[in-house]
């Protein structure tokens, strides 16, 4: 037994010298590095590469999967970062709490140039003067439905309440973006602190929930391509990826409204390395690097330059992508609801779920 | 007749046990990017697996930190194993409660404390912090596999030892340390394999541009796993059968050499 | 004397800095509110109907699995520490190495298995055999809990019962005892401190999981570690995740007291 435990560690020890001999830790690049926060799967790796070779700045890089998390980090300083990308609500609130850095935008030039300016506009909505952000990608929530398993039209959010669908329907499980779907459907704004309104938003979707088969984040996208569910609520940006592996789903912006979301590249204040930042930011938003980007994750971008270097048409005139928004009435961005707002929010969402 | 239900039982335990894993190795030859689908065989992702570095990185953080904490924490146990031994009754009774706190305090418990710790000492989060932390639920595995092998120890004959003119480094070396070895290895070996699997405790205390395979896997989950990340648990799994295979080759002959103890196997 | 101190110092320090101060820091979170004052609200916010459920929830799933854990490796750990000495360290070894496997990769590949369209419901749609529809929903869990921490229910009994000197078991048999004599009366006392290091090992993590009730129960029922993980990471209130936590520690302490008074040797047998 003894021998056998030694050559056990024997064994293990050889495994791990031979692969740690094989990839070593590498260290700054001859100009520094820049520490990017970004979602998970959401940059093309080759473009990173680029900017590596291309700058000679190393860059760190590092995934967060909801704004919620991002925030403490970002806040405490517990890991230092100079790039961050959170959605609109979440700049907001990042901009009220003084944590994010004005953006030179001197040294921006491909931002300025590239970025449409009906998404400058949008941006003002979180980001009143457009001093802090910079957008990245942006889309609309919507239904995503396979036509096998539904055979009427889906139009509204009600679909999400029909019993013949119980079992087959995903929600997202995010406070908000679930919220605004009931909001949405009763009429009201998906921004309102209302209580009375939230309440009817929460006995919605405690109405719901036996019909719900699971609450997803983005697992909605292989759970729809394997067939799993007949209808999902899904960002723009995956339906489209969702579409190319299986072309019995369609998207559809209900008619009750939805929310148009953007993300943006923003720069903490406490960011050790503001000037590579930039560097990076502008990088991001030059045309052949926001196409790769665009093909690369699916997710729209608000770089008309790079659209217009889309080369099939299908998808530069997608209607999933590049929606025509004046077509649609009560689209909405997230605001930030303050600490009272958000509490509110996550304790009527702690009792769905737990009902 | 028994021989059969025996058979059968361990039979399906081992389909439990193993038929997940059974499909991961077949994910891993699945040519379809997405779980759902099955798109033709292909060993493209295991090309592709060694193209990816994100991926090797987080491996190689995985095992460095494995293979650092469980080391560390090996000889911080060992010693203060080796310590206790001398102690009065009831400070041992103490050392031993707070060795059982980071076992039996649910794994989120402890990463959400050592996350404020870090945060209130103003710790950069990075390597350092998920090193210490594993450390830190490692050296329990080891006290307590270590502490079953000391007391069996008789402690006459380190005195003996120490009488007949060893020093005290050298009695322990030659005589205390041949016999605890198997509970130091088998602590060694349980705390290498726990820092490798856990999860929790690295997600709260991991900070940015740093990833380990469990958490990478657990952004990924969101996102739709990659399918390199099953051809290296593949290729994990392989090898350590492989070497599972080999030992017992070799464990067999040695055996056969050395008569073993009585190891009071019950028969039924 | 001062060997034994540089000895004993290093893992002093260690358990002090490491486990004592952030238990503290837990504590000191858990009883204040954002402005700092001192407050049990967080405590007692255990009580309100969302946090108990999700508590009450969390105890009926892991007891559940506990025992089904239980059921399975008592006959397993048997079989096996009957098994020839040359092979039987390979097979326990069999059973722990499912571990080398990421644990979240295979949760999620019982979510392949257990999906609607998934393999096993593939197979039996072949055999045209019912469909299988459990994916989501509590017994999901339990399912996922049992696979995951079976191998730490084994492993202490198996150790233990390979303890058992050959001959008490020989002289009950000489002394006429039958089997289910010699089970009950010799056997089963002396693996009891395995089984309950087994059931600790078992009933701690799976009391406390939030990644199983994810991903196999699709968020739908909420567990307190899923509660305590979302007030940490998405709701932002550390005070209540803390205070939460509190009361989760005050529970496994509790069971942790309870199986003590069983294991009075104190030799709670893990490895």
Known sequence: ?355 | MINFIKRFYIGIIFIFLYAPIVTLIVLSFNASKTRAKWGGFTFNWYVSLLQDEIILQALWNTLIIAFLSSLIATLIGTAACVAMQGMSKRMRTIFMGITNIPMLNADIVTGISLMLLYISLGVRFGFSTILLSHITFNIPYVILSVMPRMKQLNPHTYEAALDLGASHIHAFFKVVFPDILPGVLTGFLMAFTMSLDDFIITHFTKGAGIDTLSTKIYTEVKKGIKPEMYALSTIIFMTVILLLLVINIFGKKSAQKAPQKNKGGIKL | MNRKKALQAPYLFWSIMFIIIPLCMIFYYGFTDKTGAFTIENITAIATAEHAKALWLSMLLSLVSTLLCLILAYPLAMILSGMNVSQNSFIVVIFILPMWMNFLLRTLAWQSLLEKTGVINNILHFLHLPALNIINTPTAIILGMVYNFLPFMVLPIYNSLVKIDGNVVNAAKDLGANQIQTFMRIILPLSIPGVISGITMVFVPALTTFVISTLLGGSKILLIGNVIEQEFTRAGNWYLGSGLSIVLMIFIIVNMVVSSIFDKDGEGAVL
């Open chain 1, 1 to 355: 037994m003894k021998k056998r435990m030694l050559s056990i560690m024997a064994a293990l020890c050889i495994t791990c010298v031979t692969v740690l001999s094989g990839c070593g830790a590498s260290g700054d690049g001859k100009n520094g590095q820049v520490i990017v926060y970004n979602w998970g799967e959401y940059i093309d790796p080759d473009t990173i590469a680029m900017f590596e070779e291309e700058t000679g700045i190393k860059v760190i890089y590092d995934e967060f999967e909801t704004n919620e998390i991002m925030y403490p980090k970002v806040e405490t300083g517990a890991s230092l970062c100079d790039v961050v990308c959170p959605s609109d609500y979440m700049i907001q609130k990042m901009i009220d709490n003084d944590l994010l850095a004005e953006l030179d935008f001197e040294k921006l030039p491909n931002a300025k140039e590239n970025i449409g300016a009906q998404y400058w506009e949008n941006s003002k909505q979180f980001d009143a003067e457009n001093k802090y952000s910079v957008p990245y990608c942006w889309g609309t929530v919507g239904i995503l439905y396979n036509k096998t398993m539904v055979e009427e039209p889906v139009t509204s959010w009600s679909i999400l309440w029909d019993e013949k669908y119980a079992d087959n329907i995903l929600m997202q499980d995010s406070v908000r973006d679930a919220f605004m779907v009931a909001l949405k459907l009763n009429g009201y704004s998906m921004n309102t602190t209302d209580e009375a309104e939230l309440e009817t938003a929460m006995q919605a979707l405690i109405d719901q929930k036996p019909l719900v088969q699971a609450y997803v984040i983005d697992e909605v996208r292989d759970k729809m391509i394997g067939g799993e569910a007949a209808l999902g609520v899904i960002y723009s940006g995956e339906a489209i990826y969702t579409q190319r592996e299986n072309s019995d789903l369609a998207y559809v912006i209900p008619e009750e409204g939805t929310n148009i979301w953007i993300d943006s590249w923003v720069v903490p204040k406490n960011a050790p390395n503001m000037e590579n930042a930039h560097i990076f930011i502008d990088f991001m938003c030059r045309p052949d690097i926001a196409l790769k980007n665009f093909e690369y994750i699916t997710y729209s971008t608000p770089n008309e330059a790079a659209k217009a270097l889309i080369e099939d048409d299908d998808i530069r005139n997608s209607s999933i992508a590049f929606p025509d928004l004046s077509q649609y009435n009560n689209l909405e961005t997230f605001s930030y609801l303050g600490e009272e707002g958000d509490e509110l929010y996550n304790e009527l969402w702690k009792k769905v779920k737990s009902n």
